[in-house]
């Protein structure tokens, strides 16, 4: 896990460095139950001033804001993002940790459904016969030569396939001199392909 402290107008201390790393080797676990072991975290603090005065009503205090964007680099993708703010910077720290956990537990909670879904649509599909298994074969593939005795055009090559009752029939066009493959279509119709290969 890469981490990179920014501090907009305040500084980041050692004891707050060490109190967010040791927060986030806790999530670790959580991340790595969900596949998830390239994580990027960029963890922001700034400060603010409150909009309303203190207590004793002489100023407005300051306010540390934390955004942490933990961004997850394996096959789920995505982003975790979280902020809080509080005039005491590690309730702060404490508070927006807490939330970026509960995402991730979320996050892991996600990602194991969707795998559990994954295995048994599988399972269904290979039970009901639709996915070859292992143990079931390919039928064999016959290979056979293929004769062409004489040039003739469509009809003759039309005539042909009727009496033959073969479903395909290549032949080379008397007029052309190209190989064509006359075929019968669903409906009883039939189809011609030009393959533009010149026989002659």
């Known amino acids: 896990m890469n981490v ?3 501090g907009k107008g ?10 967010v790393e040791g927060k986030l080797e806790r999530l670790s676990r959580f991340l790595k139950e969900a596949e998830e072991d390239q994580v990027e975290v960029v963890v922001t603090l700034s400060t603010t001033r409150a909009k309303q005065k203190d207590f004793a009503g002489d ?13 997850l680099k ?13 005039t ?23 990602r194991h459904e969707i795998r559990r879904r994954g295995a048994k649509i599988k399972e269904e ?23 062409i005795e004489k040039p003739m055009s469509l009809e ?14 290549p032949f080379v066009d008397t007029e052309t001199g190209t190989l064509r493959i ?17 026989i002659m």
């Open 88 to 110: 005491e910077i590690f309730s702060a720290l404490d508070k927006v940790m807490d939330e970026v956990e509960r995402q991730v537990i979320k996050l892991k909670q996600r």
């Open 74 to 86: 394996t096959w789920g993708g995505g982003t975790v993002h979280a902020w809080e703010e509080d």
């Open 125 to 147: 599909i290979l039970s009901a016969g639709m996915l070859p298994t292992e143990e079931r074969e390919l039928p064999p593939v016959i290979e056979e030569e293929l004769i």
């Open 59 to 71: 100023s407005r205090p300051t306010l540390y804001r934390i955004d942490i964007d933990m961004y």
């Open 156 to 169: 003759d090559a039309l005539f042909e396939l009727r009496e033959s009752g073969v479903y395909f029939l």
């Open 182 to 198: 006359l075929y019968r279509k669903r409906g009883g119709n039939f189809g011609v392909i030009n393959t533009r290969c010149k």
């Open 10 to 19: 305040i500084e980041w201390t050692d004891a707050m460095k060490s109190f």
């Open 4 to 6: 990179e402290f920014i």
